[in-house]
């Protein structure tokens, strides 16, 4: 079935109004702090909650993999409708927190403080699917809920809230490419950390999609680290080392950006091909001059307001992620528990020149 057509049957993108460039803030919150963003519950939210069974008053902490990262900033902010709105609307605490890097290093102990804090429940995008893992596993023995959202830790956490099909995100990535270097060339791809589980997981589906495609060859996959300047740093030795080098495929918000700032010269404009995930503000400028032609996302806020809801489901003891177990996300409607305690948002939607102006995220 056609990408194109099908994406947006199943998880709609809503358009969010928030200026993503102007979010150097930590804080995802409607007001703004230093280094974390906290809401209060509302009476009604938690008569609504209760109404449905779900605890209320409880404090959630939402840990993504860094602070300062626009993607983050919509995935869990309230003014973007994501994590924190969807606790706001259960009548939960919530905060995001945590390190300045996508490192594990810097994420572990903004978890150990939420834990010391009194966290009912947890919402982590994991830097590293097992060094998180000793943090997650105390605070999942003392009762606190952990859940993933974005990035995965398998076997820490009591349920995955999944951007889409994991060999779906792989396999489009490179069919887009292929349609636009018409299935020929040496390719690369700039990823984000060299331990970051989803990365790794998309890129190796990338490596199997390759095989129907024998005239691309992949030359080399480097690392930005989702740090805008190691990005453009790594994408710059790539065009020095392979200057035959037809396409990249940055599967990593910070990564495309970076990647589309380096290529959007007269020397590679048009020539170098470039895809991946991005969000509609950052590559608006690059698909309208012709840099990337199409590139592909979810709505991060929708996949951090599932997992608030989610979050809170497991802490009330609705669900424990058990296969074929439902629950309702508010206005996101009725999720499913798949296979390995995991849910699934929805496919990828294909940005272009045809919709990206239809999008404000």
Not at 280 to 286: N, R
Not at 315 to 334: P, Y
Request: glycine share 10%.
């Amino acid at each position: 079935m056609n990408l194109r057509q099908t994406a947006g049957l199943a998880v709609p993108l809503v358009v969010v109004s928030i200026l993503l460039a102007a979010c150097s803030s930590s804080s995802s919150s409607s007001s703004s702090g230093p280094t974390t963003g906290a809401t209060s519950p509302s009476s009604a939210s938690s008569s609504a909650s209760a109404a449905a069974g779900l605890k209320t008053g409880m404090k959630v902490f939402v840990i993504p993999k860094n602070l300062g990262n626009n993607y983050f900033t919509t995935a869990d902010s309230a003014n973007s409708g994501g994590a924190i709105a969807a606790l706001q609307a259960l009548g939960e605490t919530g905060t995001e927190t945590s390190g300045t890097a996508a490192t594990p290093a810097s994420q572990i102990p903004a978890i150990q403080a939420a834990i010391s804090k009194g966290a009912n429940a947890l919402i982590v995008s994991a830097t590293d699917p097992t060094a998180l893992c000793p943090t997650l596993n105390a605070a999942m023995k003392r009762g606190i809920t952990v859940v993933t959202y974005d990035s995965d830790a398998p076997t820490c956490r009591d349920l995955f809230i999944n951007q889409a099909s994991t060999a779906q995100i792989g396999t489009s990535e490179v069919d887009l490419l292929a349609k636009e270097i018409n299935d020929t060339g040496d390719i690369a791809i700039v990823s984000a950390a060299a331990s970051a589980t989803n990365q790794n997981a998309w890129i190796g589906y990338m490596k199997q999609e390759l095989a129907k495609y024998p005239k691309m060859k992949l030359v080399s996959t480097v690392y930005g680290n989702d740090d805008p300047t190691t990005a453009t740093q790594v994408t710059q030795g790539l065009l020095e080392q392979y200057p035959n080098l037809k396409g990249i495929i940055s599967p990593t918000t910070v990564g495309i950006a970076a990647a589309a700032a380096v290529l959007d010269t007269a020397k590679y404009r048009g020539k170098i091909a470039l895809t991946g995930l991005g969000t509609p503000d950052s590559l608006k400028k690059y698909v309208s001059d012709g840099t990337i032609k199409s590139f592909e996302l979810w709505n991060p806020a929708n996949l951090g307001y599932l997992a608030g809801y989610a979050a809170v489901e497991v802490a009330s003891g609705k669900i424990n992620g058990t296969q074929g177990q439902t629950f309702s996300a508010g206005k996101l409607g009725t999720f499913t528990v798949g296979a390995d305690k995991t849910v699934l948002l929805g496919p990828p939607f294909v940005f272009s020149s045809a919709n990206i102006n239809q999008f404000n995220f």
